[in-house]
């Protein structure tokens, strides 16, 4: 089971860091994704994470805006957010698989998601 928090309204420029609590499987052996999807948008691949944090790879509209991280021991993977644009608006979810991946179906499990809402 994956949990988001860390949603919420904030102004253009501002910053959030959203979570995703991880819990009946073993985290540390998988892959984490973020994806977001906009109202009449499909979901979108903004960032994903190894299983050892070593590799990261990042969607290129948030490229050096936006930072994935894990804490294993804590079984929670993180999605700072900086710079944030008008066009970020969109629920945020979570997801883990067995590799790093831009696609959307490569991962098995998923959050509920979490809404982002900047005004500009």
């Known amino acids: 089971q994956l949990v988001e928090s860390g949603g919420g309204l904030v102004q253009a420029g501002g910053s959030l860091r959203l979570s995703c609590a991880a819990s009946?499987?073993?985290?540390?052996?998988?892959?984490m994704g973020w994806f977001r999807q906009a109202p009449g948008k499909e979901r979108e691949f903004v960032a994903a994470?190894?299983?050892?944090?070593?590799?990261?790879e990042y969607g290129d509209s948030v490229k050096g805006r936006f930072t994935i991280s894990r804490d294993n021991a804590k079984n929670t993977v993180y999605l700072q957010m900086n710079s944030l644009k008008a066009e970020d608006t969109a629920v945020y979810y979570c997801?883990?698989?067995?590799?790093?991946?831009?696609?959307?179906?490569?991962?098995?499990?998923w959050g509920q998601g979490t809404q982002v809402t900047v005004s500009s």
């Open positions: 994470i190894s299983w050892s944090g070593a590799y990261t």
């Open positions: 997801a883990g698989g067995p590799v790093v991946a831009v696609i959307p179906g490569r991962y098995d499990s």
């Open positions: 009946g499987r073993t985290f540390s052996s998988y892959a």
